[in-house]
């Protein structure tokens, strides 16, 4: 009992000082200097000039990198499931929209894991190209839909958002609908299908529940080192749609626009890399382990992010802790790797943690190498005026406001999935 409360007070104490230790810095004048590492010289400091060159020689070491050490490896392929539609109507969302609702099943040794994809697409388009996000508090609260069918998961998870018991989960239907510009997206002609990301893995540190434990050795608790940590499981889930995709008549999979804000804006942007599928990206307010500069500590850190959610990235990122001068990349190369596909990178002027500045300069440097496809990218460091987008094929924008996803956003995307698609 005496040791019991001895290690919850050094659990208090231990949260405690390293919540109040530390101190971003958003002040220009005190980033350190850093050198960036340059997207086309290798590893070894040979020049890249040539796209082969880059394809061959360049990519992959830079994937490999992140693979081993940032996102983490997945340890074997797992890609078999059975997919179920639950539900269909052909009238949503005032008339314009078919709905799908597909539960993807996948089994192994006993286990099951099974999410659900919520799908609008437009009537009026035979195959149609689509935008695919996952959402943070469930599928029924992107839409004031009924028919929209509430996870178990959620409805397990619901507590930690003060909504405890199913009884209360209706009421939050519909309310994340300021984040889904839905009719925008229908009217433009794109589909829409999101996933409650809980159910691919849930958001917290245990990696006895979601897709890990399918792919452990024997006895095996957590993932090695160098293993998938959450934004990669994430990942894998998003290339799980897009295999769906491919077998569905109704959805262009050459045309799939993988989205994500915040904390699954990185995992857009990693998703971009490992599946080369994914026609286009967007990362909305991605910020640290996302779009942002690692190397300029500005708002949140590598120490940082992996002390607050250890499980997100593989355990040989927490190597870079305080130590971001040691990494040999930086993300505008986690950028590159979707080159020379259209991405959209996005900023909001008062979401500092993210480090607006930085997630810019990121997307600036990752440019060369959509030169090198001939692609255009980011053709200034000067960083453009607050909502005064550059849509090339690798575009930014900075709006006005804070960290959120807003009808501005959605305007600017479906704008430039229009042009680049
Ligand atoms: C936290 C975290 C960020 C993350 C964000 C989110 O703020 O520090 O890295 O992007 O949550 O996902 O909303």
């Not at 971001?324 to 959209?344: F, K, T």
């Amino acid at each position: 009992m005496k040791e019991l409360f001895f290690i919850a007070i050094l659990f208090v104490f231990h949260t405690q000082s390293s919540l109040s230790q530390f101190e971003p810095n958003y002040e220009e004048s005190k980033i350190p200097n850093f050198d960036l590492p340059d997207p086309l010289t290798t590893f070894d400091g040979k020049k890249i000039s040539r796209k082969g060159q880059w394809k061959r020689t360049r990519r992959p070491e830079l994937y490999a990198f992140f693979e081993e050490n940032v996102y983490g490896k997945i340890p074997a392929e797992f890609n078999d499931f059975s997919a179920k539609v639950l539900e269909q109507g052909d009238n949503a969302i005032n008339g314009k929209a078919k709905r799908r609702q597909v539960e993807l099943s996948f089994e192994k040794n006993g286990r099951t894991l099974q999410f659900t994809m919520l799908i609008y697409l437009p009537k009026n388009v035979k195959k149609a190209p689509i935008f695919l996000g996952y959402n943070f508090l469930g599928n029924h609260t992107i839409a004031e839909d009924e028919n929209i069918i509430i996870s178990k998961a959620w409805a397990r998870n619901s507590d930690k958002y003060g909504i405890s018991g199913n009884k209360f989960t209706s009421a939050t239907r519909g309310i994340r609908t300021n984040r889904w510009a839905v009719e925008k997206i229908l009217d433009a002609g794109f589909g829409l299908a999101t996933i409650y990301y809980g159910e691919v893995d849930p958001d917290k540190d245990d990696f006895s529940d979601g897709i890990h434990p399918f792919l452990y050795n024997q006895g095996q608790q957590k993932p090695d080192d160098n293993e998938w940590g959450s934004i990669a499981a994430w990942a894998w889930g998003y290339s799980r749609a897009m295999d769906y995709f491919e077998k569905s008549k109704e959805i262009n999979s050459s045309k799939v626009v993988v989205f994500g804000h915040s904390r699954l804006g990185k995992t857009a942007l990693w998703a971009g890399a490992t599946d080369e599928r994914f026609a286009a990206v967007i990362s909305n307010d991605s910020g640290c382990g996302g779009a942002a500069l690692s190397k300029r500590k500005v708002g949140e850190t590598v120490g940082r992010i992996n002390d607050i959610f250890p499980y997100w990235f593989c355990t040989n990122f927490k190597a870079y802790n305080n130590n971001e001068e040691a990494l040999p990349v930086d993300q505008h190369e986690l950028l590159a790797l979707i080159a020379p596909r259209p991405l959209y990178v996005a900023s909001a002027k008062e979401d500092q943690w993210a480090d607006p500045k930085g997630e810019f300069l990121s997307a600036y440097h990752a440019s060369e190498v959509y030169g090198l496809f001939k692609k255009e990218g980011i053709p200034t460091d000067q960083m453009p005026m607050v909502n005064q987008p550059i849509q090339n094929t690798l575009a930014y924008h900075i709006r006005t406001g804070i960290h959120d996803v807003t009808d501005f956003d959605w305007e600017q995307y479906i704008k430039w999935a229009k042009q680049q698609l």
